[in-house]
């Protein structure tokens, strides 16, 4: 109740006072006076990170573009008894992407934005907090590599604020990316004003195996995903009683079971951010998967690899959100819009479904919207 309080506060306040409490809230939390915009100093400083960082970047950004390429989605118009039907796909305006500070995450920048510039969105504004009056470099880097221009200095509460209000920029039509407790409540309450992508709770793992794997990847796959902070979350789910008894990290969640289809079953109900199947054979039980963020297979795919360089997006529902949504995708930034035009004969063919429901559901002025036309 508090992190909501101190939420609602600041964001009327920097919808009431503009750039001033702004300013004011950076000073306070960012600990930031200054323009927001980045300055030339900063595009030289990513400019001269290591060449070897900037082809690892360069790297991730083709493998995710290539992955993400592929779901790539057309507008569709098809005709039937001299009618046409169909939906157009058209992308968002104007996005805003926020990168939160503390460690860098230039992974989470290009997650967000390489689908984003494949979907056709024009207009992307990143905010990210900034350390010692700056930018991180690899993100700075990461962005210019992308062909984002607009990249503002500011970090939490307000940097959700200054999207949705537009202070200090132009207003988004929605808002990506993960944060702390502060910026996840502040896009649930700016919900509505703008669109958002998610509520990003901490991350999970579960890792179901059957003991035909090392004992030293399954370990390292839970505990890896622990390294994000001390609310994370792994379970382990195995029906080998030595993996259950050597495995013995008090932070990890452990569950035996007298099969792979039962311990499937278990990370069902979990609906996990992100599920490993380390077993003999893995493909073998990929139908019974019905709830997860994403699905990483076998020895050589663990959650890093997902996170950095498989291409797969690493931005994935938390908390059970599985069970009813998606990982960010090419769909996350397009709008489908309906497009009709019914022929004469099949409006007056078809009419009287309209006008008997207008009745029934008691809207008279419908019905005679579909009556007057002859």
Not at 204 to 231: M, P, R, W
Not at 246 to 255: F, G, M, P, T
């Amino acid at each position: 109740m508090e992190v909501e309080k101190t939420v609602r506060n600041v964001l009327n306040d920097i919808k009431k006072n503009g750039i001033t409490a702004l300013k004011k809230y950076s000073k306070e939390f960012d600990h930031f006076e200054g323009e927001f915009t980045v300055t030339p100093y900063e595009d030289i400083d990513a400019e001269n990170i290591e060449e070897e960082m900037k082809n690892v970047i360069n790297r991730m950004i083709l493998r995710v573009r290539a992955f993400h390429e592929k779901e790539k989605e057309e507008s569709r118009i098809f005709f039937k008894n001299g009618s046409m039907y169909g939906y157009i796909v058209r992308p968002i305006e104007r996005i805003g992407i926020y990168v939160p500070g503390g460690k860098p995450l230039p992974s989470s920048l290009v997650m967000a934005a390489v689908p984003a510039t494949i979907a056709g969105v024009k207009e992307i504004a990143v905010v990210t907090p900034p350390k010692n009056g700056k930018i991180n470099p690899y993100v700075l880097y990461a962005a210019k590599r992308l062909g984002i221009k607009e990249i503002y200095k500011i970090g939490g509460i307000q940097a959700i604020a200054a999207m949705a209000y537009g202070i200090g920029m132009k207003r988004v039509n929605k808002i990506f990316g993960p944060g702390n407790e502060f910026v996840n409540e502040a896009k649930r309450q700016v919900f509505g004003v703008v669109g958002i992508d998610k509520l990003a709770g901490p991350s999970e793992v579960c890792v179901i195996t059957d003991g035909t794997v090392s004992k030293e990847y399954v370990e390292s796959d839970l505990v890896s995903q622990l390294e994000h902070g001390k609310n994370s979350k792994a379970f382990l789910l195995t029906n080998s009683k030595e993996i259950f008894n050597n495995i013995s990290n008090e932070r990890i969640e452990k569950k035996y079971f007298n099969s792979i289809e039962e311990c499937i079953n278990e990370a069902n109900n979990i609906a996990p951010e992100h599920m490993e199947l380390l077993v003999e054979t893995p493909l073998k039980y990929v139908d019974l998967i019905r709830n997860a963020g994403a699905v990483y297979l076998g020895d050589y795919t663990p959650v890093p690899a997902g996170d950095y360089f498989v291409g797969t997006n690493h931005i994935l529902p938390t908390g059970g959100a599985a069970k009813f949504s998606s990982a960010l995708g090419i769909w996350d930034f397009v709008k489908r819009i309906y497009v009709a035009s019914l022929s004469r004969e099949e409006f007056l063919k078809e009419r009287d479904i309209g006008t008997k429901l207008a009745e029934v559901e008691g809207l008279p002025l419908h019905r005679k919207a579909l009556e007057v036309r002859k």
